[in-house]
């Protein structure tokens, strides 16, 4: 049987417009795309007994170790409810950084999807400590309040620092140790482990994290993340948690497929390590600039700076990003995989510009 080839579909958008928002707003990957073309033929099984989510299990106990398993999911939020379900009962909390991305920008998707209570510690760069969890990591047998019984911490952070492998180690002991297990948010995992040079496994299984949101999107995909059970002593029903959630894909080789491509060779880490390097050049370029403070450490694909507000809302009519602190005026400039240095270039010398202005 032949198909035709061609498509009633049109361009809507200008390919040249370059936005420094999110790493969302890239496209997708060729070596991606072309993998889901490889796997477009024929009939497979649906909702993931197809043989590319089968392969899928080895890619991933290749990086994080024999025991992973690997559940492909739609999309970030959707991994970090499925995760967070598994780890806590009914009258269960977690503990996170008041930044953390399940607190600010999932909608109180934990919360109302889950009845998962969150409790909050502020951070001064995004990171918990063993001594910041201890602000919230109290009453366990207090049934007027919902028992922290997990940790969440995401790798890079939501303020683009990074935790070391001894950081997260310390954490997992320490959260172990109280009765509580580690859930990390890892929807930039690949910059985190291109900017430390260390293998996924390093700073996740054997730093003792129960349950890991491993994050594509981000990293050329088209859609999809995957929940990875790191510790399945303590980590279970995953595949139940999955479909009451509304994360079981029917059509799941297309989302598996995409962690093939992106796994199994050096394709995450190219593309991470170049947004990373990306972001680096753009640090170097805007310190340059009287008037713009880099304000945060720049350890992945994310630059935090404050400028003048009126001149960043010029720049948002030439270029999009996000106010980051409405308060402070602080900014948040995201590179991509397939950020050009050019485009670097172009933005630096645009934020030179409005500046003299």
Request: hydrophobic share 40%; proline share 4%.
């Given at each position: 049987?032949?198909f035709?080839?061609g498509?009633?579909?049109?361009?809507h958008?200008?390919?040249?417009?370059r936005?420094?928002?999110?790493?969302?707003?890239?496209?997708?990957?060729?070596?991606?795309?072309?993998?889901?073309?490889?796997?477009n033929?024929?009939h497979q099984?649906?909702?993931?007994?197809?043989?590319?989510?089968?392969h899928?299990?080895?890619?991933?106990?290749?990086?994080?170790?024999e025991?992973?398993?690997?559940?492909?999911?739609?999309?970030?939020?959707?991994?970090n409810?499925?995760?967070?379900?598994?780890?806590l009962?009914?009258?269960?909390?977690?503990i996170?950084?008041?930044?953390?991305?399940?607190?600010?920008?999932?909608?109180?998707?934990?919360?109302?999807m889950?009845?998962?209570?969150?409790?909050?510690?502020?951070?001064?760069?995004?990171?918990?400590?063993p001594?910041?969890?201890?602000?919230?990591?109290?009453?366990?047998?207090?049934?007027?309040?919902?028992?922290?019984?997990?940790?969440?911490?995401?790798?890079?952070?939501?303020?683009?620092?990074?935790?070391?492998?001894?950081?997260?180690?310390?954490?997992?002991?320490?959260?172990?140790?109280?009765?509580?297990?580690?859930?990390?948010?890892?929807?930039?995992?690949?910059?985190?482990?291109?900017?430390?040079?260390r293998?996924?496994?390093?700073?996740?299984?054997?730093?003792?994290v129960?349950?890991?949101?491993?994050?594509?999107?981000?990293?050329?995909?088209l859609?999809?993340?995957?929940?990875?059970v790191l510790?399945?002593?303590?980590?279970?029903?995953?595949k139940?948690?999955?479909k009451?959630?509304?994360?079981l894909?029917s059509?799941?080789?297309?989302?598996s497929?995409?962690?093939?491509?992106?796994?199994?060779?050096?394709?995450?880490?190219?593309?991470?390590g170049?947004?990373?390097?990306?972001?680096q050049?753009?640090?170097?370029?805007?310190?340059?600039?009287d008037?713009?403070?880099?304000?945060?450490?720049?350890?992945?694909?994310?630059?935090?700076?404050?400028?003048?507000?009126?001149?960043?809302?010029?720049?948002q009519?030439r270029?999009r990003?996000?106010?980051?602190?409405?308060?402070?005026?602080?900014?948040?400039?995201?590179?991509?995989?397939?950020?050009?240095?050019?485009?670097i270039?172009?933005?630096?010398?645009?934020?030179?510009?409005?500046?003299?202005?």
């Amino acid at each position: 049987m032949t198909f035709p080839t061609g498509t009633d579909a049109v361009v809507h958008h200008d390919a040249g417009v370059r936005g420094f928002a999110s790493d969302n707003y890239a496209g997708v990957h060729p070596e991606v795309l072309a993998a889901i073309a490889l796997a477009n033929g024929g009939h497979q099984v649906a909702y993931g007994e197809d043989q590319y989510t089968e392969h899928l299990q080895s890619v991933f106990k290749r990086h994080f170790g024999e025991r992973a398993e690997a559940y492909p999911v739609f999309n970030g939020t959707g991994a970090n409810v499925v995760a967070l379900q598994a780890l806590l009962p009914r009258w269960g909390a977690v503990i996170a950084a008041q930044s953390a991305h399940i607190n600010v920008d999932e909608c109180g998707a934990p919360e109302k999807m889950a009845g998962i209570k969150i409790h909050t510690v502020p951070t001064p760069d995004g990171k918990l400590t063993p001594e910041l969890i201890d602000q919230q990591a109290y009453g366990w047998d207090d049934e007027h309040r919902a028992a922290p019984l997990a940790v969440s911490i995401t790798q890079s952070t939501e303020l683009g620092t990074l935790y070391t492998v001894d950081e997260v180690k310390a954490i997992c002991e320490h959260a172990h140790e109280r009765g509580m297990l580690v859930h990390m948010d890892g929807s930039r995992l690949g910059n985190a482990a291109a900017s430390l040079g260390r293998p996924f496994r390093e700073f996740t299984t054997e730093a003792g994290v129960d349950v890991l949101s491993f994050g594509g999107t981000k990293n050329g995909l088209l859609f999809g993340e995957v929940v990875v059970v790191l510790n399945p002593e303590r980590v279970r029903n995953i595949k139940y948690l999955r479909k009451m959630s509304m994360q079981l894909a029917s059509k799941m080789r297309f989302v598996s497929v995409q962690f093939e491509a992106l796994l199994t060779g050096d394709l995450w880490l190219r593309n991470a390590g170049h947004a990373n390097a990306m972001a680096q050049r753009l640090e170097t370029a805007v310190r340059g600039i009287d008037g713009v403070t880099v304000v945060r450490p720049v350890q992945a694909n994310a630059v935090f700076a404050i400028l003048p507000r009126e001149v960043s809302e010029r720049l948002q009519k030439r270029y999009r990003f996000y106010f980051w602190d409405e308060q402070t005026g602080e900014v948040r400039w995201m590179a991509s995989y397939d950020t050009t240095e050019e485009d670097i270039d172009a933005f630096a010398a645009a934020i030179a510009e409005e500046m003299a202005r």
